[in-house]
């Protein structure tokens, strides 16, 4: 076995040069579940690793005063789960992230892990896409933003810089007549990686979609933000007519693999009938039914 | 290269251990512990057969550090019993043989129990999705999905 040292600093601070210093043989650890598989499989050998849980800000949900939630990249599937407000006000995200693994896994899981594992098929990322996350980085050269959508560079790359760590999720402020889905495509009924997973969030008024977002999953290299699905649902009723203009669009916008899972044909089909289903319930939701 | 000293608290008792930096928290509970109830069935959190509470939550141990058990509250299956006296889930486990060759049990009550403590009164649906995490090769599930919900029912009588 190689050297390992273990880090578990009390400080962003801290963990930035910690993790910087060490380069290339550093990790993050956030709920582990990909990266001790991965530390177990041979897969990642890392030199050090940098537990960041003890960091307040890593670990904590806060609704901020306008009505956005910020969550705290470590913070585990089960315990957004438990927050009061955060499932009435993002019902779609909170079912992402619940989908991730088994009762145990959501113990530790985390939202950032997810997103940092860049696995294209990571449930939680086209519901934050669709959500309109802005996540927050820290590295050694200071802070910076970036929409959700912009972190995964391909299948375990993201476009984090050197030194940089994934600090939060910030999720914007619902007007009135908003709400949000999320479904996933797998052959049975749990414990499964997404065959084709979609996200929608819309604001209804009077009966009429003002505003949309879509997020694709397991149909491309990366997670896809679908404007033209979008651009088809506002300014409709969600009528047939623009429920399948934007299936269409998420079926064209699939470049997916064929494997075991699905074949490329059943997921670029299966983009545009999820989108319908999601899209419906996350209308049922803002209307004000569950 | 120096091992780690970890101070924890485990079933209630404080403990201590050293270990290596990258080993698992179950690699501590079976091996310096010596508390073997806990199994590795897979090693890569799909079987649920190491499941223990952290902090009064359900996670693998095999995908825990066992650096990371520091100032942490840990319950394990050996902290089920208290002396002689079987938890209720156990005693049903038995009474009813909701299991076979054992390996995956310890993991299936230590969750069975987390998930009772959380919702007293599960539904039969409810059950199998909380144990979705903890595989079972010999029993087809049948017989531990009634065990738990026999229990409960149980315990809710004994509580009123």
């Known amino acids: ?290 | 290269m120096s091992k780690m000293h970890v101070t924890t608290t485990i079933n209630g008792e404080p403990m201590e251990f050293l270990c290596e930096p990258g080993d698992t928290m179950l690699d501590a509970l079976r091996g310096p512990l010596g508390l073997t109830g806990s199994k590795e069935g897979c090693a890569s959190g799909d079987c649920g057969a190491c499941s223990i509470m952290l902090d009064d939550r359900l996670v693998c141990s095999c995908l825990m550090l066992s650096a990371e058990a520091e100032g942490r509250d840990i319950r394990t299956i050996e902290g089920m019993a208290h002396g002689e006296h079987l938890h209720p889930l156990q005693q049903k486990f038995l009474e009813v043989a909701a299991l076979q060759c054992g390996i995956c049990t310890s993991g299936m009550l230590v969750a069975s129990d987390a998930l009772l403590k959380k919702n007293p009164k599960p539904s039969e649906e409810e059950v199998r999705f909380w144990l979705a995490g903890n595989l079972c090769r010999c029993t087809g599930y049948d017989k531990i999905v009634r065990a738990v919900l026999e229990t409960a029912a149980e315990m809710q009588e004994a509580a009123q």
């Open chain 1, 1 to 290: 076995m190689t050297d390992i040292r273990y880090l578990s600093p009390n400080t962003l601070d801290e963990a930035i040069k910690a993790f910087a210093a060490a380069g290339n043989a550093a990790r993050i650890l956030a709920g582990g579940t990909d990266l001790l598989v991965q530390m177990r499989s041979g897969a990642v050998k890392p030199g050090v690793i940098v537990d960041i849980k003890k960091i307040a800000e890593m670990t904590t949900i806060e609704e901020t005063a306008d009505g956005g939630f910020r969550i705290g990249a470590a913070v585990a599937g089960a315990v957004l789960g438990e927050h009061p407000r955060f499932g009435k006000v993002w019902p779609g995200v909170l079912e992402a992230v619940n989908l991730i693994g088994s009762t145990q896994v959501q113990g530790r899981a985390s939202a950032g892990g997810n997103l940092c594992n860049s696995s294209p098929a990571a449930d939680s990322v086209p519901a934050m896409i669709a959500a309109g996350a802005i996540v927050t980085l820290q590295g050694p050269n200071g802070r910076r933003e970036m929409p959700v959508e912009k972190v995964p560079a391909g299948p375990g790359r993201t476009h984090l810089l050197p030194g940089e760590i994934l600090v939060s999720f910030a999720l914007p402020p619902r007007p009135k007549g908003s709400s949000d889905a999320y479904l996933r495509m797998i052959p049975r009924t749990e414990m499964d990686i997404a065959v084709v997973g979609v996200g929608v969030s819309l604001t209804l008024k009077d009966g009429v979609c003002t505003a949309a977002r879509v997020g694709l999953g397991a149909v491309a290299p990366t997670v896809l933000l679908v404007e033209a699905a979008a651009k088809a649902l506002i300014g409709s009723k969600l009528d047939a007519a623009a429920l399948n203009a934007a299936a269409a669009a998420c079926s064209a916008a699939c470049r997916p693999i064929d494997d075991k899972r699905g074949t490329i044909v059943y997921r670029t089909k299966v983009a545009g009938v999820l989108l319908k289903r999601t899209a419906a319930i996350a209308a049922k939701r803002a209307a004000g039914g569950n």
